[in-house]
């Protein structure tokens, strides 16, 4: 199968392009100018230099429509501002909503018909308190910016793909960890206090979440990739998680002491961030689990 995959430099991106090219996916990625991936790959893909909201249609650069014949999925990885502090509302709906419509309505001038789009749990928003395990379904009452554009997104390209009849799966991944993460994020914080010594000052850790290690998500959108079971213009909403809950708590002592760690967990030590989201844990088909 040939992809053309955006966000292939990401912390999720890396890992899925690790895990297309070993299942012998053919691969031309969208990278940034300067951009590096995060882990090392054993083989690299067709690398297109240029930002999200490239244009593919110019003159120009009749090369990258030849570099996109004959691709079979869109993989769109590629988020703005998807860690705290978040970037503006105006900023975050361009490159999340208008620069990804305008690069999927080239990609299916180019003849591309089936989209898979990384969505985010924080979509759901408020009402995420409502359901002990969240339906794709769900409301998305989103209550910032990088969310809203998420939300506004979902809701775009579920209209794109109902108007010009093509295939569609946006899979919603809930919490993510692992090697390559933005260090500022909760794991690889919680590992750099434990192996340098130090105390972990966190919150009082009741937050409920599903924690999946990346390299899990990555096998699972590579999974998500048939779209046999999906009819054109009927879009499919998914929930990728691990299928267990966790509270936060629980997640950093069990990691405080796989790293045997000799500081301490300073648990309270800081407050809940406002509009704290206390428990967002997936409603999981049965497809996902067994991806």
Same mark, same amino acid.
């Given at each position: ?12 991106? +890396? ?10 996916? &053919? ?5 940034? #100018? ?15 230099? /240029? ?17 996109? %014949? ?11 501002? #998807? ?38 749990? =924080?979509?759901?928003?408020?009402? #995420?308190? @409502? ?16 969310? #809203? ?10 209209? =794109? ?18 090697? /390559? ?27 409920? @979440?599903?924690?999946? &290690? ?27 998680? %691990? +299928? ?6 629980? =997640? ?13 967990? @300073? ?25």
């Amino acid at each position: 199968m040939k992809l053309f995959v955006t966000g292939a430099t990401g912390f999720v991106g +890396g890992y899925f392009l690790k895990a297309a090219l070993a299942a012998n996916h &053919e691969v031309v990625a969208l990278r940034r #100018a300067g951009s590096s991936i995060r882990i090392k790959l054993q083989q690299e893909p067709r690398w297109i230099i /240029g930002d999200l909201d490239i244009d593919l249609r110019s003159d120009l650069r009749p090369d990258l429509r030849n570099e996109l %014949s004959g691709c079979d999925v869109f993989v769109h990885l590629a988020t703005h501002s #998807a860690n705290p502090p978040y970037d503006s509302y105006a900023q975050c709906l361009y490159w999340n909503v208008c620069a990804s419509l305008r690069l999927a309505e080239q990609l299916r001038e180019c003849g591309i018909t089936q989209y898979l789009i990384a969505g985010s749990c =924080f979509e759901y928003g408020l009402s #995420a308190a @409502r359901y002990e395990h969240i339906p794709p379904t769900a409301p998305l009452e989103p209550i910032s910016s990088y969310p #809203a554009s998420k939300a506004a997104a979902s809701l775009a390209f579920q209209s =794109f793909a109902q108007e010009h009849r093509l295939k569609l799966k946006i899979l919603r991944l809930f919490q993510v960890y692992g090697e /390559g993460e933005l260090e500022t994020r909760l794991w690889p914080s919680l590992r750099r206090a434990a192996l340098a010594g130090e105390d972990f000052p966190m919150t009082s850790g009741a937050q409920l @979440r599903d924690f999946t &290690e990346v390299s899990d998500v990555a096998h699972q959108l590579v999974g998500a990739l048939a779209f046999d079971n999906v009819a054109a213009g009927s879009p499919q909403v998914s929930n990728l998680g %691990s +299928g267990q809950t966790q509270s936060l708590r629980d =997640f950093a002592e069990y990691w405080w002491q796989r790293w045997n760690a000799k500081g301490k967990l @300073r648990i309270g030590a800081i407050p809940y961030r406002q509009n704290e989201m206390m428990r967002l844990v997936p409603e999981l088909d049965v497809i996902m689990r067994d991806a």
